[in-house]
């Protein structure tokens, strides 16, 4: 794998982030030109800007950390996202709806994954794996691809797990190519993002990516 740097997402979602904080995660990215910058919302028009002349991605989030808000909040969430320079939306999905048996979750999709593309933005979706079952997953993964998602996402990282070997597995057993999957949520270790990527992650979204970056390079030599 000669292009590891290009799976990783570096994250940082903490309620305590700092402006420093954010500018350490912009310099570390442009140096190692990861894939993006997943930040919170409020800091989309500083990272988009910075990120103006990178081939580099800013990312952010609708609907965080829970995705109780109604469809219309995140319609504008994402709206505002995009107008500030997101190229890239992870949106959570309505466990609530999900979990009542509801066919809400796809038709707030799919009214998203339009903004989006209509836009030419990428949407992930956020379905919080450590709350489903393998039946619940498959289930789940099948709703954003037929919504219009064009990945599906692990986790948000506020739930009692996060990404896992055999759901990503599961996941790409279930769908097409051409929808991916980001694994997200407790990935601190190039082994475990190096198992993650064999079972079929297309990203990897952590706070730890200059870590891992540095710990591949270490095993190339």
């Known amino acids: 794998m000669n292009n590891f740097n ?5 994250t940082l979602l903490k309620p305590t982030m700092k402006l420093e904080e954010v500018a350490i995660l912009i310099k570390e990215a442009i140096e190692f030109q990861f894939v993006g910058v997943c930040v919170p919302p409020f800091w989309v028009k500083k990272v988009s800007r910075d990120l103006e002349q990178e081939d580099i991605q800013t990312v952010t989030v609708i609907g965080f ?3 109780f808000e109604d469809t219309a909040s995140k319609v504008a969430q994402t709206q505002e996202a995009i107008k500030n320079g ?3 939306l992870d949106l959570v999905w309505s466990q609530t709806a999900y979990h009542s048996g509801m066919n809400w979750p796809k038709i707030e999709i799919a009214q998203i994954a339009k903004l989006c593309h209509d ?3 990428i949407l992930k979706v956020i379905i919080e794996t450590a709350y489903l079952d393998q039946a619940q997953i498959k289930e789940a993964c099948l709703i954003c691809q037929d919504a219009g998602a064009d990945f599906v996402k692990t986790s948000t990282g506020y739930a009692p797990t996060g990404a896992k070997v055999e ?6 057993e279930t769908l097409s190519s051409n929808t991916g999957i980001k694994a997200s949520g407790g990935i601190k270790t190039l082994d475990f993002a190096l ?3 064999q079972a079929g992650a297309d990203r990897i979204g952590t706070s730890s990516a200059k870590a891992l970056f540095e710990a591949w390079k270490a095993s190339q030599t």
Request: aromatic share 8%; no cysteine; charged share 40%.
């Open 167 to 172: 759901d990503i597995q599961l996941m790409r």
């Open 119 to 121: 836009e030419g933005r």
């Open 86 to 88: 997101a190229d890239e």
């Open 65 to 67: 950390p829970f995705g």
């Open 6 to 10: 290009r799976f990783l997402e570096s």
């Open 195 to 197: 198992e993650l990527i």
